[in-house]
């Protein structure tokens, strides 16, 4: 299917057929969600996954983003939403979600240079105690695991090839975002014990999110913004109604008070139909939020039809596909309900 829509996108973009359909009218707001960015080579002890593009293919995305469709800021969509207004042509919105360090260091100088507005979602108690997601931590214990094989569900999984490894850290990757999150904790302990391997320390945590002082930096640039990614990154789909809304409600007031700001947008950790309900729309609504992102969930058309389901796509590698993702949105139809990131690596980004 990749192989088939990289060689559709190609031709679309070497034949006039593509020029032709950037004049056929449009109203379509495509949202492209970034986590992490590399500098030149993809290297990390953690999970490989979260990594959509290398810096030099994301100043192409941007460039081509500037030149091609309007790019609207959080300020535009919460507009839109305000007034019902509908879209009108082709329009776009960057965010990030997650708080990674590269994104201040590589993604932001280029955002500036651009003039490209993007929005920014924060785990806060991830930024306060210096801790990654369960979705790294795994990466990391594969990765260094000395064993050459782990019980997993009951069965022996081999790690002696990088192919065993990736389809352990996929099978952990699945569970982790359907279980609860006592016993999703208790997993990673005990995966620890299984591979050998101690957690990673703090220090070497910390160097791969953004400190507050960056993000506060972000806050305070014109056209970039933050937004709530919940306290802990927990599954919302996945906790009692009172504790969906506590990680709505103090996220937004931990935020808020830190910089100084107010916070109008929630993404939903993980993000697709499976990993948030009608509840937390509601919650988050209670909660003084705007706008609610979910994830790989596909383009808005005409208007944006639910302010509390507000569709974003991942961002493709492959720069052909890209441009028609944003260009003629209806061809590469993106809305997978089971999708999310944090075990859909397949989907990229
Ligand atoms: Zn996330």
Redesign the pocket.
């Known amino acids: 299917m990749k192989g088939k829509k990289k060689l559709l996108a190609e031709f679309l973009e070497k034949s006039r057929l593509f020029n032709i359909a950037r004049k056929i009218p449009a109203n379509t707001l495509t949202i492209i969600n970034y ?1 992490r960015i590399y500098a030149n080579k993809l290297d990390t002890e953690f999970d490989a996954g979260v990594f959509g593009s290398s810096v030099n293919e994301f100043e192409q995305q941007m460039a081509f983003l500037q030149k091609h469709v309007n790019v609207l800021s959080e300020q535009d969509i919460i507009g839109l939403v305000r007034t019902g207004k509908s879209l009108s042509g082709r329009n776009a919105f960057v965010t990030f ?2 708080g990674y360090r590269d994104n201040y260091q590589l993604a932001v100088p280029i955002l500036k240079k651009y003039h490209i507005p993007a929005l920014f ?1 924060i ?1 806060t108690k991830n930024i306060e105690e210096s801790t990654l ?1 369960w979705w790294d931590i795994i990466s990391y214990f594969i990765n260094h695991a000395n064993e050459k094989n782990i019980l997993l569900n009951e069965k022996f999984v081999p790690l002696q090839t990088p192919e065993n490894k990736e389809n352990a850290k996929q099978e952990l990757l699945i569970y982790m975002k359907t279980a609860r999150h006592e016993e999703s904790k208790k997993l990673l302990t005990e995966l620890s014990a299984r591979c050998g391997v101690k957690f990673p320390s703090r220090a070497v945590q910390r160097e791969e999110l953004m400190s507050w002082e960056q993000i506060k930096e972000i806050a305070n640039t014109d056209g970039l913004s933050i937004g709530s ?1 919940t306290v802990s ?1 927990r599954v919302l789909s996945t906790i009692e109604n009172h504790e969906e809304l506590r990680e709505l409600q103090d996220s937004r007031i931990f935020l808020q008070q830190k910089l100084s700001c107010e916070i109008n947008s929630i ?1 939903y ?3 697709g139909y499976h990993a948030f309900s009608e509840r937390t729309k509601r919650n988050a609504h209670q909660a003084g939020y705007t706008l609610g992102f979910s ?1 790989n969930t596909g383009t808005n058309y005409n208007t944006i039809t639910d302010s509390f389901d507000i569709k974003r796509i991942s961002p493709e590698k492959n720069l052909s596909i890209y441009k028609v993702n944003v260009i003629l949105p209806r061809l590469f139809t993106n809305n997978n309900p089971f999708a999310g ?2 075990g859909e690596r397949s989907e990229g980004g």
């Open positions: 986590h979600d997650d979602f785990p997601g990614h990154h993404a950790p993980v993000g994830f990131r944090h």
